[in-house]
C-alpha cells in the first residue's frame, strides 16, 4: 500500500493552477482588473460590520501590541470595505480576485479555502447584471459544457415576506423551510399562522414556481403579486433575452423559491452547478444594500467561485 | 443515462423504506435478507445503499448518495445542508424529555443535567426555554442515566413509552413529533430534477395505503 506520492500532490497543483489560469484569462479577456484584498483585518470592527460570520469561526491573530486581527474570512467584505467608504460618484470598477480565506472549522481547525470571483462597482443595475450573468455562464460552459444555472431574485421573496405580519424569528423559520424545500412541514408551520388567503397560496405552492423562465412566468402570474415582486419578475425575464441570444437557455433554472446562505442580497440570485460536484461551484448576486452599511449605497454585484471543491472535481474527471 | 443512488438506513427505517420502495415498484432489486451493502437494478438506472442511520445525510450531503431517507431526529442532530422534499409517513416518533416517575421538581443543583444521544436537539430546545443545562452525551441505554444519577433527566427518542415504563421513568414534557424524510443532495436535485420529481410523485400515490404505523 502506498498513499499519495510527492508527485501526485504536484500534479494536483499543477491541475488547480491551470484551472486558476483559465478563468484568470477569461476575467482579464472581459475587462477585470486584479486586486488583492489585504491578508488581516481588524476583529472588532470587521464583527460589528459582517454579523452573519460566527466569532468562533474567524481566525485570530494576536499584534505586537496586543491587538487582535483576523485572517480574512471573506473577500467581498474586504474589498467593499476598503473601497465604498471613499467612493467616488460616477466610478465604475470590474474587479477580479485569485485569493484564499480563512476559517476555524471544527473537524480539522484551520482551513484555507481558495476562491476567485468578481465585484461589478457602480455600473446601473440591468447592464451589470448581464454582463455578468453571461460572464458566469462563459466560465461554466468552459469548465463542463453539462453545467446548469440556478437563478431568481430575491426580490420575490422579500417582497412577498413584506406582506406577512409576523415576527423576525417566525419570517426566519419561514425561510429556513423554504430553503430547505420542505413542504411537508412548511404546509404545516403556515396552517398555524393566520395568513391572508394571497400569501397563503403562494407560500404553498412556491416549490413549483421552477422550471425555464417562461414556465415560471406563466406560474406565479396566477397569484399574489406586488410592486417588489413584480420588479423580480422584470428582472429575471430581461435577462432572459440576452442570456437566449448568447445559446444558454436550455442551461437556466429557474427557481422562485430560491434563497441564499447570506442575506445580504437584494435583487438577482444565482448558483452554478458542474456534474459531479456536490455543491455549488459558483454562488453570486445582487448586494446594493450591503455596501450602505459601508456609508455609501453603490451597485454592486459579484459572483464567487469555489476553486477547491472545481479542482477535486476537474481532477476526478482525469482517472 | 446516469444512475439515481439512494441511501437507506439500516435499522428502525429500513423494513418500512424498504415495503414502500417495493410498492412502488422501485425495490426490486434489493434482498432485504442479504448482508450486501449495495444493491444495483441496472433496468431502473436505481441503486441502493444501506448504511448507518446517523451516516445517511452525510452521504447524501456528500453527493454520494442523490437520496436518502432518514429520520428527522438525525437530520436535526446534524446540521445538514440537504433538501427535505418529502415527509414519508412512517417511522414516527416523539422527542421528549423523560425522568424518574413522580420526580417533576429539580432544584437540587443550579444547572438541569440532561443526558441524551441528541446534544443539539437538547441544547437547542432548553436555550429556548432559557434553562441551563449540563450535557452528558451517551450513545445508547439513555434510560440508565436518571437512575443511576447520571442526570437528572433525559432527551430520548420515544416511540411506545414501553422502555420508559418498564425503567420507571415518565415523560415530563413532549418535545415534537418526528418521522421519516426523504432527503436530497442539493445539485443533484437539479441535475436529476424530472426523475426525481417523478419519483416523489410515485411515493406521493403511495401515501397513506402503505406501512401503517404502530
Keep these: 500500500m502506498q498513499y499519495l506520492r510527492i508527485e501526485d500532490e504536484i500534479n494536483y497543483s499543477k491541475k488547480r493552477y491551470e484551472i ?47 491587538e487582535v486581527f483576523i485572517l480574512r474570512p471573506d473577500i467581498t467584505t474586504s474589498i467593499i ?4 467608504p471613499r467612493w467616488q460618484k460616477d466610478l465604475k470598477l470590474k474587479l477580479f480576485y485569485n485569493s484564499t480565506v480563512y476559517r476555524n472549522q471544527e473537524s480539522e481547525s484551520v482551513k484555507e479555502i481558495k476562491q476567485m470571483g468578481v465585484e461589478y462597482l457602480g455600473e446601473d443595475s440591468l447592464k451589470a447584471d448581464k454582463e455578468v450573468i453571461l460572464l458566469a455562464l462563459k466560465i461554466l460552459n468552459e469548465l463542463n459544457d453539462m453545467f446548469i444555472l440556478e437563478m431568481s431574485s430575491s426580490k420575490y421573496i422579500n417582497g412577498l415576506f413584506n406582506k406577512i405580519d409576523a415576527e423576525e424569528n417566525v419570517k426566519k423559520q419561514l425561510k429556513n423551510l423554504i430553503y430547505r424545500k420542505n413542504r411537508y412541514e412548511l404546509m404545516s408551520f403556515i396552517e398555524d399562522l393566520n395568513l391572508s388567503k394571497d400569501i397563503y397560496d403562494i407560500l404553498a405552492n412556491i416549490m413549483d414556481f421552477q422550471g425555464s423562465i417562461e414556465a415560471v412566468e406563466y406560474k406565479i402570474k396566477q397569484y399574489y403579486m406586488n410592486q417588489e ?45 458542474l456534474p459531479n460536484s456536490y455543491k455549488a461551484i459558483i454562488n453570486g448576486g445582487r448586494y446594493d444594500s450591503f455596501t450602505k452599511m459601508f456609508g455609501n449605497k453603490v451597485p454592486a454585484i459579484g459572483f464567487c467561485i469555489d476553486i477547491d471543491e472545481l479542482t477535486e472535481m476537474k481532477s476526478k474527471e482525469v482517472d | ?26 425495490g426490486d432489486c434489493i434482498d432485504p435478507n442479504s448482508r450486501k451493502l449495495i444493491f444495483k437494478d ?67 443543583d443550579e444547572v438541569l443535567r440532561v443526558a ?99
Design chain 1, 20 to 66: 486558476r489560469k483559465t478563468i484568470e484569462s477569461i476575467f482579464l479577456h472581459e475587462g477585470y482588473i486584479q486586486m488583492e484584498p489585504p491578508t488581516f483585518e481588524d476583529f472588532d470592527r470587521y464583527t460589528y460590520l459582517n454579523k452573519r460570520l460566527t466569532r468562533e469561526s474567524m481566525v485570530k491573530v494576536i499584534g505586537g501590541g496586543s
Design chain 2, 42 to 108: 441496472d433496468s431502473k438506472k436505481i441503486s441502493f445503499i444501506y448504511v448507518k442511520p446517523s451516516d445517511v445525510v452525510t452521504y447524501v450531503q456528500n453527493g454520494v448518495a442523490d437520496l436518502g431517507v432518514a429520520g428527522k431526529d438525525v437530520i436535526l442532530e446534524s446540521d445538514s445542508d440537504v433538501y427535505e422534499i418529502l415527509d414519508l409517513g412512517f417511522g414516527k416518533c416523539k422527542f421528549a424529555v423523560a425522568g424518574l416517575k413522580g420526580e417533576k421538581i429539580y432544584k437540587k
Design chain 1, 81 to 84: 470595505k476598503s473601497l465604498i
Design chain 2, 1 to 26: 443515462m446516469d444512475y439515481i443512488n439512494i441511501a437507506l438506513a439500516k435499522g428502525r427505517l429500513a423494513d418500512k423504506a424498504y415495503i414502500m420502495l417495493k410498492k412502488a415498484g422501485l
Design chain 1, 229 to 273: 415582486m413584480e420588479e423580480a419578475l422584470c428582472e429575471i425575464k430581461s435577462l432572459n433575452e440576452v442570456i437566449e441570444s448568447e445559446g444558454y437557455k436550455d442551461k437556466i433554472q429557474v427557481d422562485m423559491s430560491m434563497i441564499t446562505e447570506l442575506d445580504y442580497y437584494d435583487g438577482l440570485i444565482f448558483k452554478g452547478y
Design chain 2, 116 to 214: 441524551t444521544k441528541y446534544p443539539k436537539v437538547s441544547k437547542r430546545f432548553f436555550a429556548e426555554k432559557e434553562q441551563r443545562i449540563k450535557l452528558i452525551k451517551l450513545n445508547g441505554s439513555v434510560e440508565l442515566a436518571p437512575l443511576v444519577g447520571l442526570s437528572d433527566v433525559i432527551v430520548d427518542l420515544v416511540e411506545t413509552g414501553n422502555t420508559l415504563k418498564v425503567n420507571g421513568l415518565e415523560i415530563i414534557e413532549d418535545m415534537f413529533e418526528v418521522s421519516a424524510k426523504l432527503i436530497c443532495n442539493r445539485v443533484s436535485y437539479r441535475f436529476k430534477y424530472d426523475r426525481i420529481s417523478k419519483l416523489l410523485d410515485k411515493l406521493k400515490r403511495l401515501e397513506g395505503q402503505c406501512c401503517e404505523d404502530n
